[in-house]
């Protein structure tokens, strides 16, 4: 995984290759709506944020319009005043992002939706790193099952990313084979944390840090 800077929206102007994946990291606020995500998608298909055209696919996942083709796939995922977008070709990514900050009640929440040894894995982290490791599962789990297409619908005691050695790694996905899936943590500093995953060979990922939408 490669990281850098990207000043502003106007700069971005890097192919898309085939094998990649790339994921920017940018400021947001929620009266923005989805303006921020259509500026950079509008950059990646050469033409106006105007004539950018979205749908709503399965669960509330959107997606472009079939105007556009099959040219290609994105998802996106925002948390406190940051958001992600992941955008690539011929896979549908799946991304998340969470702020990071104390979760007192986040044994309790794994005990309700999380699988057996996730919760394990968790009970047994000490107390000032509980809230850091129910970030690492939940984020990871959301990524894959928005990639998956169903969301949180799915259930997320439907699969488990962590073993015995308590590392965060696809172990389990129901009616899936885990080996045809990629899991990606994304280093986004100490205030946010976050994962990337998709069905599919492996890629290179190129994080970016956009620093302005405009």
Known sequence: MTTADTPRLGNVAEPLHDDEIHVWKLDYQRAEGRKPLIGLLARYLAIQPSAVALREGGHGRPALAAVHGDALDFNWSHSGNHALIAVARGIAPGVDIERQRPRPKALEIAQRFFSDDEI??????????????????WTAKEALLKAHGNGLS??????????????I?????????V???????????????????????ARRIRLRTLASAV
């Open 169 to 177: 790694q696809l172990r389990r996905f129901d009616g899936e084979d």
């Open 154 to 167: 799915f259930g997320l005691d439907r699969l488990s990313v962590v073993g015995d050695d308590a590392l």
């Open 179 to 201: 080996n045809g899936w990629q899991l990606q943590p994304l280093a986004l500093g100490h205030a946010f944390v976050g994962a990337l995953a998709w069905r599919g060979d």
């Open 120 to 137: 394990a894995v968790l009970a047994s982290a000490a107390p000032e790193r509980r809230s850091g490791v129910f970030l690492d599962i």
